[in-house]
Structures are given as structure tokens and as C-alpha cells.
């Protein structure tokens, strides 16, 4: 005799579009849906976090490249792991320098998960973003402390 219960894999109670949606507008991280268009990857969905984090609101960005967000400062190596990623249909998760609307710079940590939607046939990108500006900024002010440090050592040894 089997014990084993053969589970359905779709979730207990149905989930209705309306709810998802009051769901993902209520996270405090940025979550964005896209999907690639030859080079380029369009936004299709974004939630309040992210337009309270760039600045930017859904009809003044939905349907664009998302490369927006770098400004023309693509010269990152989190750019390069991204494109790998989306050329390999892998998920990855970078730090990057992106700027809001008034051009103000914020570190964003991103995570991009791929997924392939089997009825439409259609790759998608979920894209969950964090503002990490904070966190960045006092770990670059930590470095810099050590940094003195360590100069302020080397004067005193100097001393002797």
C-alpha cells in the first residue's frame, strides 16, 4: 500500500487577480514584471514600492526599457551580469547604481528570476529591487574610517 498523497501543486485557495494585487502593492521591496523585445527588456508591471523608490510612476515607465534606470551609467559589471543572466535565462541577483527621476543616485539590490510561461509562451522577468543607498553609504563610511586609521597608525609608528 502507498502511503504517499499524490499534491496538487497549485496553492490551497485560489487566488484572485485582486488580491495578488493588493499583495504586491503592500511589499515595502520593488517588484517589476518584464519581458525581452530583441535587446531590449519592457517593463510590464510595476508596484508602489518601486515608484516610490525611483520616483517614477507606473504610465511614465511601464512599457520601456528598464535600462532607464541606469541613466547611461551602464559601464557596471552588475549590467554585464545581467545581460548574461537574461542571454542565459538564468536568475541573478546584483548591486547596482541606478538614479530616480530627479537624477539622485540609489544602490539597488536586484534580483531577477526568469520565467517561462508555458500557455503564452513567453519568457518572462520578475524583478524584486531594494534600496540599499543607506546600507551602501555607511559601509563605504566604515572603509573610509579604517582607511584613517590605519594612516593614523602608520604617523604614530613614524613617531616612534
Same mark, same amino acid.
Given at each position: 500500500?502507498?502511503?504517499?498523497?499524490?499534491?496538487?501543486?497549485? =496553492?490551497?485557495? =485560489?487566488?484572485?487577480? #485582486?488580491?495578488?494585487? &493588493?499583495?504586491?502593492?503592500?511589499? *515595502?521591496?520593488?517588484? %517589476?514584471?518584464?519581458?525581452?523585445?530583441?535587446?531590449? %527588456?519592457?517593463?510590464?508591471?510595476?508596484?508602489?514600492?518601486?515608484?516610490?523608490?525611483?520616483?517614477?510612476?507606473?504610465?511614465?515607465?511601464?512599457?520601456?526599457?528598464?535600462?532607464?534606470?541606469?541613466?547611461? *551609467?551602464?559601464?557596471? $559589471?552588475?549590467?554585464?551580469?545581467?545581460?548574461?543572466?537574461?542571454?542565459?535565462?538564468?536568475?541573478?541577483?546584483?548591486?547596482?547604481?541606478?538614479?530616480? &527621476? $530627479? @537624477?539622485?543616485?540609489?544602490?539597488?539590490?536586484?534580483?531577477? %528570476? =526568469?520565467?517561462? $510561461?508555458?500557455?503564452? +509562451?513567453?519568457?518572462?522577468?520578475? @524583478?524584486?529591487?531594494? $534600496?540599499? %543607498?543607506?546600507?551602501?553609504?555607511?559601509?563605504?563610511?566604515?572603509?573610509?574610517?579604517?582607511?584613517?586609521?590605519?594612516?593614523? #597608525?602608520?604617523?604614530? &609608528?613614524?613617531? +616612534?
Amino acid at each position: 500500500m502507498n502511503n504517499e498523497k499524490d499534491f496538487d501543486k497549485s =496553492p490551497a485557495l =485560489p487566488i484572485r487577480a #485582486e488580491l495578488l494585487m &493588493k499583495l504586491l502593492d503592500e511589499t *515595502d521591496h520593488g517588484i %517589476t514584471l518584464a519581458e525581452r523585445e530583441g535587446d531590449d %527588456t519592457i517593463l510590464l508591471y510595476v508596484n508602489h514600492a518601486f515608484e516610490q523608490m525611483t520616483g517614477y510612476t507606473a504610465d511614465e515607465c511601464l512599457y520601456s526599457d528598464c535600462r532607464f534606470l541606469q541613466n547611461g *551609467d551602464r559601464d557596471q $559589471d552588475a549590467v554585464n551580469k545581467i545581460n548574461a543572466a537574461i542571454s542565459n535565462k538564468e536568475a541573478v541577483r546584483v548591486k547596482l547604481r541606478n538614479y530616480r &527621476k $530627479d @537624477g539622485s543616485l540609489f544602490w539597488n539590490d536586484l534580483s531577477i %528570476t =526568469p520565467y517561462f $510561461d508555458k500557455v503564452e +509562451g513567453v519568457m518572462y522577468y520578475i @524583478g524584486i529591487q531594494r $534600496d540599499v %543607498t543607506e546600507r551602501t553609504d555607511l559601509k563605504q563610511q566604515l572603509r573610509d574610517a579604517r582607511a584613517q586609521i590605519e594612516e593614523l #597608525e602608520r604617523q604614530l &609608528k613614524a613617531l +616612534g
